[in-house]
Nanobody, 126 residues
């Protein structure tokens, strides 16, 4: 029900936009999140968007460089990534909390999300 796309290879300092299309239900109220997992590391929170409250959240490591947005008419959430660094290399996953039940303090936890996309690989070269 979540289909992520947009990954690939980019040079350090470059930009990339990931998309995640949702299907099967009302998207507007869902909390949508992006997570990433680098080789040999645990999955980590990147960004989240609460549909009903129009609020966004970011990991400190991407704040100021990444931006999460959503197009409710297209049931799609985006992750715009600028000033990419080699340490941003990872498989990026989109996730949904549907219906949204997690409180703000738990949006950075993967367990708060019940639906996951398949992941898309982002590789940032030096």
């Amino acid at each position: 029900q979540l289909q992520a796309s947009g990954g690939g290879l980019v040079q350090a300092g470059g930009s990339m936009r990931l998309s995640c299309a949702s299907s099967g239900r009302d998207f507007r109220s869902d909390t949508m999140g992006w997570f990433r997992q680098a080789p040999g590391k645990e999955r980590e929170f990147v960004a989240a968007s609460r549909g009903s409250l129009f609020t966004t959240y970011y990991a400190d490591s991407v704040k100021g460089r990444f931006s999460i947005s959503r197009d409710n008419a297209k049931s799609t959430v985006y992750l715009q990534m600028n000033s990419l660094k080699p340490e941003d290399t990872a498989v990026y996953y989109c996730a949904a909390d549907r219906p949204p039940t997690a409180i703000a303090g738990r949006l950075r936890e993967a367990v708060s999300y019940d639906t996951w996309g398949q992941g898309t690989l982002v590789t940032v070269s030096n």
